[in-house]
T-cell receptor, first 114, second 111 residues
Framework: EAGVVQSPRYKIIEKKQPVAFWCNPISGHNTLYWYRQNLGQGPELLIRYENEEAVDDSQLPKDRFSAERLKGVDSTLKIQPAELGDSAVYLC????????????FGPGTRLTVL | KNEVEQSPQNLTAQEGEFITINCSYS?????LHWLQQHPGGGIVSLFMLSSGKKKHGRLIATINIQEKHSSLHITASHPRDSAVYICAVRRGGTSGSRLTFGEGTQLTVNP
């Protein structure tokens, strides 16, 4: 069974540029999570989807961050414009039964903003 | 103060040693997760537990709900166990699906 797929694995951009990350969850997983992990810290939830509905986006900086999961399968996280402080690893995870089940993480996208 | 505190932050051991990583939390939870993160970012779920003890191979996880404390033990440690070990709690109540993560424990096992 394929795991959670993310792309790109690495991205380097200049500040004020836009950037997008893509995630394809494990087949059949209805719940999808986007996390941000700063160096030396644990992941921090940005947004959680149940199918195509964003059910927890309270920690998503909505002035510059946006996300979508139009068909309830794969998802895109966008930052526009990126700031220096956005440099981090962006992790996608999925689970089959929402918060009650184990989350499976993708390899992450390491973003560097110059 | 973080809601989830791990100790130690860094741990260096010799191959074969018994290792313990601790996690304390300050909120009511419905479950606690132990995760392993290797260099490059990949995170693997090791355990999800809400009471008692679980064992998988050389790994043992325990939780004491009354004391709000969990431990991850590694028996007969090996260099391939070197990774960051992260404790995460799933809070109860209306925010029950959100995981709150500790900052991780960097484990290095030397041959």
């Amino acid at each position: 069974e394929a795991g959670v797929v993310q792309s790109p694995r690495y991205k380097i951009i200049e500040k004020k540029q836009p950037v997008a990350f893509w995630c394809n969850p494990i087949s059949g997983h209805n719940t999808l999570y986007w996390y941000r992990q700063n160096l030396g810290q644990g992941p921090e939830l940005l947004i959680r989807y149940e199918n195509e509905e964003a059910v927890d986006d309270s920690q998503l900086p909505k002035d510059r961050f946006s996300a979508e999961r139009l068909k309830g399968v794969d998802s895109t996280l966008k930052i526009q414009p990126a700031e220096l402080g956005d440099s981090a690893v962006y992790l996608c995870a999925s689970s089959s039964r929402g918060g009650a089940d184990t989350q499976y993480f993708g390899p992450g996208t390491r973003l560097t903003v110059l | 103060k973080n809601e989830v505190e791990q100790s130690p932050q860094n741990l260096t051991a010799q191959e074969g040693e018994f290792i313990t990583i601790n996690c304390s939390y300050s909120v009511g939870i419905s479950a606690l997760h132990w995760l392993q993160q290797h260099p490059g970012g990949g995170i693997v779920s090791l355990f999800m537990l809400s009471s008692g003890k679980k064992k998988h191979g050389r790994l043992i996880a325990t939780i004491n709900i009354q004391e709000k404390h969990s431990s991850l033990h590694i028996t007969a440690s090996h260099p391939r166990d070197s990774a960051v070990y992260i404790c995460a709690v799933r809070r109860g109540g209306t925010s029950g699906s959100r995981l709150t993560f500790g900052e991780g424990t960097q484990l290095t096992v030397n041959p």
